[in-house]
């Protein structure tokens, strides 16, 4: 399968039609030359390797390299309706970034990019692609090997040397910008020049490392403090000589420490600081924060200093991912969605949980308020640590005496804080009213009266002694 869709005829077609303009390249070749002999010159700056050896370099390096790396990918899709970023398994994608190629994994592909940028300030990604235009693997290319070109009419080109690990044969060879994924990091002199933290951190990491040097020699001596010989009278070039090949052989290197005896009045005077005179801890402290705030990384993540004086694991790994590690996160997400043309609307997600690790009982707390806030579901939590789904957690639970805000809301609409309004007048009525309906009591009442009134009548119009 070829590396490009368009072969090689039309690279070099594509290469002579266009007056491409090599952009200015001063800003690494000052920071890192490999011109053989540089460092006898007493050069200001060192090669890469060299600074690389500073622990604390090193460390920094590593730390963020490694915590981006350990970010799994994921894809996520934008849901208007409820204006939320929910996830959504985008195989074509994940499995790419899964698996950029056939010789590294995810974390060491992300780590490659993170070393490219941090130690030359650029990381260039090479996309190979099939014949239909599909991204099919992802190279992280040796930025030295790699050139930005600007053509006239602001077209950027990438000259790419020999990679055998990409693919890209013994000639060089000229790319479209659409074909190379440009991580650059603090682009100050060029739009397409980026520049690494060892451009501020060089010299602290060479006194540094000039410190301990210094100090092995120390101690390979012996701890003894270099000095001079010091005789009471003068002496001839010879004798100097013969002592001080004397006492180089005898009291030196492996012999250091041996008991020295001196005659004629002569003694040793030491001429050399000592490490308390020199302050020597105090000063590669400095050089290991210096390093430190270069690279945005909290010294005691790479082993510097005093631990913070709160007890929260999750707010100390935030600190560290807000100030120094986010912004690398954002950029990758970004330069990797735009290299692989995801779809509007879609996005590219490095999952944060494997970087904020809480501890057990500040975990246990935030998903069991998190369960009874209706945040999320209890298999929701359940999964966050790694259990499985149990029957009717996928349900939002909510005690019963809690109302919605929208009932809440209908219920203020009453004022019933304040005094109940003036009932309204009633409107006159046309209707007669009814009479009420006596009750069967009332009626058996009222025919009881009715009759005794009738009988006590009677009795009074009917002479006595008349039978009835």
Not at 306 to 311: F, K, T
Not at 413 to 433: Q, R, W
């Amino acid at each position: 399968m070829a590396l490009f869709p368009w072969g090689k005829k039309k690279d070099v077609a594509l290469s002579e039609k266009q007056a491409l303009v090599q952009v200015p390249d001063r800003t690494w070749t000052q920071i890192f030359d490999w011109m053989p002999g540089r460092w006898q010159q007493d050069s200001p700056l060192d090669t890469a390797d060299s600074v690389i050896s500073n622990p604390i370099v090193y460390a920094c390096i590593s730390r963020l390299a490694s915590d981006l790396g350990k970010m799994v990918p994921t894809t996520q899709t934008f849901d208007p309706e409820n204006r939320l970023w929910t996830p959504k398994n985008m195989p074509r994608f994940v499995d790419l970034l899964l698996t950029p190629n056939s010789y590294q994994s995810h974390l060491e592909f992300k780590e490659a990019w993170m070393y490219s940028k941090l130690i030359h300030g650029n990381t260039y990604v090479l996309s190979e692609v099939d014949p239909t235009g599909k991204v099919t693997g992802l190279h992280v290319l040796d930025p030295s090997r790699v050139m930005p070109l600007v053509s006239p009419d602001g077209e950027v080109f990438y000259r790419l040397d020999a990679d055998n690990l990409a693919k890209l044969g013994d000639d060089q060879i000229v790319v479209p910008g659409s074909f190379i994924m440009h991580d650059r990091m603090n682009a100050y002199f060029h739009p397409l020049v980026g520049l690494s933290p060892l451009y501020a951190a060089t010299i602290a990491a060479k006194q540094g490392l000039a410190i301990q040097n210094d100090s092995r020699k120390f101690f390979e001596n012996g701890s003894q403090p270099s000095g001079v010989l010091v005789a009471p009278g003068p002496i001839d070039e010879g004798t100097a000589i013969r002592l001080k090949e004397y006492w180089k052989a005898k009291f030196t290197g492996d012999n250091a420490g041996n008991i020295a005896v001196l005659g004629d009045g002569m003694k040793y005077e030491s001429m050399r600081m000592s490490s308390v005179d020199a302050q020597m801890i105090s000063q590669l402290d400095w050089t290991a924060e210096t390093i430190c705030s270069v690279f945005a990384v909290p010294p005691h993540m790479v082993g510097v200093g005093d631990l913070p004086g709160y007890d929260n694991v999750e707010a100390v790994t935030q600190s560290y991912y807000s100030n120094g590690l986010q912004i690398h996160v954002e950029k990758f997400e970004n330069v990797v969605g735009v290299g692989l043309q995801v779809p509007a609307g879609s996005r590219i997600e490095l999952d944060l949980t494997s970087l904020f690790r809480m501890d057990s009982t500040r975990q246990m707390d935030y998903l069991t308020k998190g369960v009874n806030g209706t945040l999320f579901t209890p298999n929701e939590g359940r999964r966050r640590l790694n259990l499985p789904p149990i029957e009717g957690g996928d349900t939002v639970y909510l005690q019963q005496q809690n109302f919605s805000l929208e009932a809440l809301a209908e219920r203020d609409k009453e004022n019933p804080l304040g005094a109940p309004p003036p009932a309204p007048p009633a409107p006159p009525s046309t209707e007669e009213p009814e009479e009420d309906e006596e009750s069967e009591e009332e009626e058996m009442e009222r025919a009881m009266e009715t009759s005794a009134t009738i009988f006590d009548n009677l009795t009074k119009a009917i002479p006595l002694g008349v039978n009835i």
